[in-house]
């Protein structure tokens, strides 16, 4: 039988923290590494995934899909296969094996870098149809109910929409892609803190609904809609924990669109202080950082050859995102290093998303 293989790499958020479920702006990166699933079509409505690196098998038929029925590590997968069951698009059984070079649980989005190469597999495993943004929305949605992250789009997007060597610009209300060239005198440098607290989703969910309470009582649809004056003039009305959730995301919207301009001007420095600005914002307002994290962008910052860095994703543990200038990555992943000793680096790159590039590219 035919084998079918999907990639899908994962990502970077260079700036733009929690503003995607906002309705607010992004800019993000694929990076150079991803995960792959590999499998066959079979003639009943049985699925077998494997995965390489967890050497974990699970088997159940797609009748009977409910996330409390299997194991955490398939349910980004299953959870796939579950909107493709509730969208009534093409899909039967199979066999796959998940395999892939990127570091579980180290702020890379292994979890959408795995969802959207099970959505672009199963496309072409049974021959249904999605648009990019739809392909990211099943993504997601697997994430929201299988997952229980009710995340916004911004790793689906662009994990699947980048370019090499561009950062990708989100509007998260049109969901407008635009990709702006990144200086190829820069490294990226993706540190792991290897600290995951307990309660992330929860405490990401909670994040999501401060925000949201915030829009309402502000009278608005999203924080999009909000100037950093209308939030200013509202705060004796409203909560010190609320309005400091939504000054966090007003901060962030105004540095992506900064952000933007001085990567259209080539402006390294000024970026990266929008990333450290973007950085003090999450510990003060968001509190959504952590020790281990504060440790990392206080070394990032005294080091030189470091244009800026911050806390990139969800927070509460994870990794940060250092922008260097090239050739310097060595002395930059030593001052981490000895800065948090248990630090993970990994030098990467802005490299395709999925839809740009049909195979996995190789490593460096
Ligand atoms: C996680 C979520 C994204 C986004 C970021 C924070 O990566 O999956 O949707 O909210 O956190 O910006």
């Not at 929690?18 to 800019?27: A, I, P, Q, R, S």
């Not at 608005?220 to 995301?249: F, G, N, P, T, W």
């Not at 800065?339 to 195979?359: F, H, I, N, Y």
Request: hydrophobic share 40%; aromatic share 6%.
């Amino acid at each position: 039988m035919n084998s079918i293989s999907a990639y899908a790499p994962g990502r970077a958020e260079l700036l733009g923290n929690h503003t995607d479920y906002n309705e607010g702006f992004v800019l993000a990166l694929a990076v150079d590494r991803g995960t792959t699933i590999t499998g066959q079509v079979r003639n009943d409505r049985m699925i077998r995934l494997h995965s390489r690196e967890l050497d974990k098998t699970e088997s159940i038929s797609f009748d009977h899909l409910l996330a409390e029925k299997v194991a955490d590590w398939s349910r980004y997968t299953l959870g796939v296969v579950d909107q493709f069951r509730r969208n009534e698009l093409p899909l039967g059984g199979f066999d796959a094996e998940i395999s892939g070079n990127l570091p579980l649980g180290a702020g890379l989005s292994s979890s959408a870098s795995l969802e959207n190469a099970t959505v672009l597999f199963l496309l072409k495993a049974f021959g249904g149809k999605l648009e990019p943004l739809q392909i990211a929305k099943f993504s997601q949605m697997a994430e929201h109910d299988f997952v229980g992250v009710r995340c916004g789009l911004l790793d689906q997007i662009a994990s699947l929409m980048s370019k090499a060597a561009h950062t990708t610009f989100i509007d998260c209300r049109t969901f407008q892609v635009d990709h702006l060239p990144l200086s190829d005198k820069v490294s990226v440098i993706i540190a792991n803190s290897g600290v995951k607290h307990a309660l992330v989703e929860g405490e990401y969910n909670q994040r999501r609904e401060d925000c949201e309470a915030a829009a309402r009582e502000l009278g608005v649809k999203a924080l999009r809609d909000v100037s950093l004056e209308q939030l200013q003039s509202y705060k004796s009305r409203m909560s010190d924990r609320i309005y400091h959730r939504a000054l966090h995301i007003v901060g962030e919207n105004e540095r992506v669109q900064l952000g933007a301009t001085a990567l259209r001007q080539g402006d390294l420095a000024q970026f990266g202080e929008l990333m450290f600005a973007s950085h003090e914002s999450s510990q003060a307002n968001f509190e959504n950082s952590c020790p281990e994290l504060d440790q990392l962008v206080a070394a990032a910052r005294r080091t030189s050859g470091v244009f800026g860095a911050r806390l990139s994703g969800g927070g509460f543990g994870g990794a940060t995102i250092n922008l260097v200038e090239q050739g310097r990555e060595d002395e930059v992943v030593r001052a981490l290093q000895a800065a948090l000793p248990q630090v993970k680096c990994l030098v990467t790159t802005a490299a395709d998303g999925a839809l740009a590039s049909a195979v996995a590219p190789s490593v460096r």
